[in-house]
């Protein structure tokens, strides 16, 4: 078990809309239904329309009589019954926002849905062509298929597992790390992609090698995340490491990384809001930590590590 839960999931793990995945196949019964349907637009950028009260939707007829082979079916809508679609758009008019910043101001269902259309139409984005023969592939099965236009093979949406992990000392220390490129101050979990023929449990330990140096103990799986930049699955564990051991950034992509106490963590969890500006970047002040926005899955498991009462302190009882 987990030394510690969410209070709950993540926010891109929310959603429980109807994703109609029986009806993807029926052409016939989505071309009909089309007329009354709902399209969300996403540019190159990511970016999505805004409107009142969350996604900015639009009707499908305004944008084509039937369903383009670019479209993307999404399911149904929670509250109106209708079917969603997601397409790519060169240009969005009116007010939009970027998902990494606006998505936490959406209810569940809608980053949720969001968060669908953003990881297919990437897929979509790098699967023009068949890995296998090079041969061009077309869209199929409303947007959850690509078909090989020679061979008639089809492909499937592609997920990247990845781990993502709170590293801490079985009591009242957690290590965050920061890249370079990342705003000064600005702390993180450790994450990595699971390699072929690797399991979840040895991919954490490898990569906490790999960008700090440190041996752990005992990984826990504490939950999962979609991640669309570009269709990734936070895999969130937690793992336990002696905060003595001498810290090496082994692979280069950790630039610093620092043991914080839990104190300072929730300190900086309820000043967070405050150091947000409307742009989506931090408000200069003289704070020594500061963490991941609230879509991440990385908040989530740092918050649920920091309001988890003290834990005491894991020895390593078969590791010597």
Sequence with gaps: MPRFEFEMPPMLSRAVYD?????????????????????????????????EDGLGWIMALDAADEPPPEAV??????????????????????????PRRGAQLLGANEAGILSTALGVLNWHDNARFSPVDGARTEPAKGGWVRRNTISGKEEFPRTDPAIITVVHDGADRILLGRQAQWPDRWF????????????LEQCVLREVHEEVGLDTWDPMYVGSQPWPFPRSLMLGFEVTADPDQTLDFIDGEIAAAEWFDRDEVITAIEAQEEWMGSDGKPIVDDARLRLPGSISIASALIRAWAYTPALDQVTRNDQG
């Design 188 to 199: 993180s979990t450790l994450a990595g992609f699971v390699e072929p023929g690797e399991s």
């Design 19 to 51: 994703r109609a995945d029986e009806i993807r196949h029926d052409e016939q019964r989505l071309k009909a239904k089309w007329p009354d349907a709902l399209l969300l637009q996403i540019d190159p950028s990511g970016r999505y329309p805004v409107g």
């Design 73 to 98: 079916f999404l399911g149904l809508h929670p509250e109106e019954g209708r079917d969603m679609w997601a397409m790519r758009f060169d240009i969005i008019d009116g007010p939009k926002d970027d």
